[in-house]
Structure formats: structure tokens, C-alpha cells
């Protein structure tokens, strides 16, 4: 029987190295290693300012070195920079009339928000990514312990338990990381347990660590390890029933709140404003009840409905 489970669920080590391989050509290739190499050591000096973004590099799944990241961060927020302050001014002066110095100004002024937008938006997306990341381990670990524990039953070695989960069809998180164990056993010559630890000190999720350095106990101590990944699969389950009975009750928050400042507040306030239009009403400070209703039309609506969309995607569950 356990012959059988190894024909099925395991490939022969050369495709981890074939696909290693591809992804050591692309990376070549990609726009970090470009920006790096025009770049070069130009960014020593800028590099102490990012030094907390290394950890949150590794830990996001990203595969970019950390000087090439931050030198794809500088050569892109310089093009933006570049490109507000031509732009801008250039659409103000030639196209809506303004005067040459005040759209000059606007340039600089779009600029400098460019620099600040496109280096916060850089810092951010590890942060991100990682969190995601994470979310999607702690969502799929009550499922795969539980594969993990019947692969353990049928007497699969623990290698070859992270082979299995990393030629998953499914698109799961903990695919990824069971390709990086594979990768550091197959390829880098590394031990199940020294793959294991790199795993738990990258990953994202507590939850997930706290599960790796059990499997790593449990090897070194000889222990039942199908027991131990039966036990936790109960363990995140009933976890995650209380994490969906919190869900429920957060998004009955959320829709009172979707209904009330994206349905009934922007109706209440299209109505005032089309309202003072047509009696030809005072103006907001410097804004027209025109201006006024664009902007909520155009900006505040469809701003507002994005941020609801990404808050509800950052809390819900993907399982």
C-alpha cells in the first residue's frame, strides 16, 4: 500500500529542478533585476531607511532580493516623479488655460504626492501580500493537517508528506511553501529538518509555525506524528468555527454601515445639493453645489466603495 500512495502522489525530483530552473531564468529577466543592474550600488546610501523591509520581504513570498526590491522602488518612483511633473503642468498650461508658474507649481506639488504614494505603495505591498499569506495558511491548515495526518497513518516519510502537498492541484498557500521545503531538500541538499526551520522562521502565520516546529519535535522525539497532525486538525477546527461565527457577525456590522454611507447618506446628499443647484444656493467655502456633486459622484461613491471592498476582502475567510 504505501508503494501505491508514492506512485501516486509523487514525481520524480528532476521536475522540481526543471521548474527551479525556468524560474532562475525568468527572474533574470524581470524588471527587479533591471532596475538593479541600472541602478547598481547606488542605493547603499537609501538602504538603512528600508531596513525592517527585508524580513517583511521574505515573509511576503516575494522572490526579489532585497537591494534589487529597493532599487526597483527608486528607479519607479523617479519615473512617476518625473513623469507628474511633466505632465501636470503641461495639461494645466496647454490644455485648461492656467497660468504658467501656478501650473508649475501643481507639477511640483503632484510630484512630491507621487514620491510619497509610490514609496508608501512599495513599503505596503509586502506588508500586504504577507498578510494575505497568512490568512490563506490559517484558513487551509484545519484541512491540511488533516491531509497531512492520513498520509502520516499510511506510513508516508515526512518528505515525501511535503511533496505530496506541493503537487497539489488546488491553488493553495501551503503548496507554496511545501515547494520551498522540496526545493531546499531536493535541490539544496538540505535535511527535512533544517528545511523545516527555514519554513518557520518565513512564514507569515503563527499558527503555521507553531504547526512546523511540532512536526520538528515530533521527528526529533520519535513521537506518533499522525496523532499530532489528528489533534491539531481538531484544534484549527474548532477554531475556525468561532473565526466564521465572528465573520458573520462583523459583516451584519458592515452592511448597516455599507447602507448607510454608500446608499442612504449619498442619496440624502444628491438630493440637498440637486436641490440648492436648482434654487441657485450659496457655495461649501469654495466649492459650488455643481462641484460639490461631482465630486461625490465621480470620487466619494466610487472611493468610498472600493475601501468597503478591500476591508471586506482583507476579513473574509477564503475557506
Known amino acids: 500500500m504505501r508503494t501505491e500512495l508514492t506512485r501516486f502522489f509523487f514525481k520524480p525530483a528532476k521536475t522540481n529542478i526543471e521548474e527551479s530552473q525556468g524560474k532562475s531564468e525568468k527572474s533574470f529577466e524581470s524588471s527587479e533585476s533591471m532596475a538593479y543592474n541600472l541602478i547598481e550600488d547606488r542605493t547603499a546610501w537609501v538602504l538603512p531607511l528600508f531596513k525592517d523591509l527585508d524580513v517583511r520581504l521574505r515573509k511576503s513570498g516575494l522572490k526579489v532580493n532585497f537591494k534589487a526590491y529597493v532599487s ?7 519615473l512617476i516623479c518625473v513623469a507628474a511633473l511633466t505632465l501636470i ?8 488655460g492656467v497660468p504658467l ?13 507621487s514620491l510619497a504614494f ?11 501580500r504577507a498578510d494575505t499569506i497568512r490568512r490563506e495558511l490559517e484558513d ?23 511533496y505530496s502537498l506541493s503537487h497539489l492541484n488546488a491553488r493553495l498557500a501551503v503548496t507554496a511553501e511545501s515547494k520551498d521545503i522540496v526545493r531546499d531538500v531536493n535541490l539544496f541538499g538540505s535535511d527535512i529538518i533544517s528545511a523545516l526551520e527555514k519554513t518557520s522562521e518565513r512564514t507569515p502565520s503563527q499558527r ?3 504547526t512546523i516546529e511540532g512536526v520538528i519535535t515530533t521527528i526529533h522525539s520519535g513521537g506518533n506524528l499522525a496523532a499530532y497532525l489528528r489533534e491539531k486538525s481538531r484544534e484549527y477546527m474548532r477554531l475556525k468555527r ?5 465573520y458573520s457577525d462583523t459583516l451584519s456590522m458592515l452592511s448597516e454601515v455599507y447602507v448607510t454611507l454608500l446608499l442612504t447618506g449619498p442619496l440624502f446628499f444628491v438630493i440637498m445639493l440637486v436641490v440648492m443647484s436648482m434654487l441657485g444656493g450659496g457655495e461649501f467655502f469654495v466649492f459650488s453645489p455643481d462641484l460639490l456633486l461631482e465630486l461625490l459622484t465621480y470620487i466619494g461613491i466610487p472611493v468610498g466603495a472600493i475601501t468597503f471592498l478591500i476591508i471586506l476582502d482583507a476579513i473574509s475567510p477564503k475557506w
Open 140 to 162: 487551509e491548515l484545519p484541512f491540511t493537517t488533516g491531509y497531512m495526518a492520513v498520509l502520516a497513518s499510511a506510513g508516508v516519510s515526512p518528505e515525501k508528506i511535503f
Open 242 to 246: 468561532i473565526n466564521l461565527k465572528k
Open 208 to 210: 503555521f509555525r507553531e
Open 89 to 96: 503642468p503641461s495639461l494645466l498650461f496647454l490644455f485648461l
Open 72 to 78: 526597483l522602488t527608486i528607479f519607479t518612483t523617479g
Open 118 to 128: 509610490s514609496i508608501l505603495g512599495f513599503y505596503i505591498y509586502p506588508i500586504y
Open 101 to 113: 508658474l501656478p501650473a508649475v507649481l501643481f507639477g511640483v506639488g503632484g510630484s512630491l504626492f
